[in-house]
């Protein structure tokens, strides 16, 4: 626990090179579902895995550079450790949060996710696995 009541576990760089491992596979598999823009399931499937690539990046980041990682149940606060990381975590944190912002319309939605959103996951999805990569591999 963090001192603002934030649900953390700890965690180094063993687990930071899992997480930032996961993090790829669920981008490169997102990417080549993501090829598919005409099929509906395929969009809202490359969704879920760029969402999850940055969650998975988030976490890779933050063992790495803060010894710990978000377990709470609101994905908000794994923005929150994210920002703290220096330097760039501000802006990762922001391109994490536009993530979050799509999770439950890939994970639970009832409509397909569109081309356009699709792309702005994909591209947010990138930049999380680039900055946690520059954190876990500098």
Known sequence: MTARGQRTQDCGRREARKRLS???????????????????????????LFVKSAIAAADAACCEALGRRSRSDNHRDAAKLLAQITPNGKEA????????????????????????????????AEKLLEFAESVVLP
């Open 93 to 124: 944190a922001t391109a994490f949060g536009r993530l979050i912002a799509h999770k439950d319309h890939v994970d639970y939605g009832l409509t397909a996710v569109s081309t356009a959103d699709l792309k702005r996951l994909q591209r947010n």
């Open 22 to 48: 996961d993090a790829r596979h669920q981008l490169v598999t997102g990417q080549r579902e993501a090829a598919n823009t005409l099929d509906a399931a395929a969009r809202t499937t490359a969704g879920g």
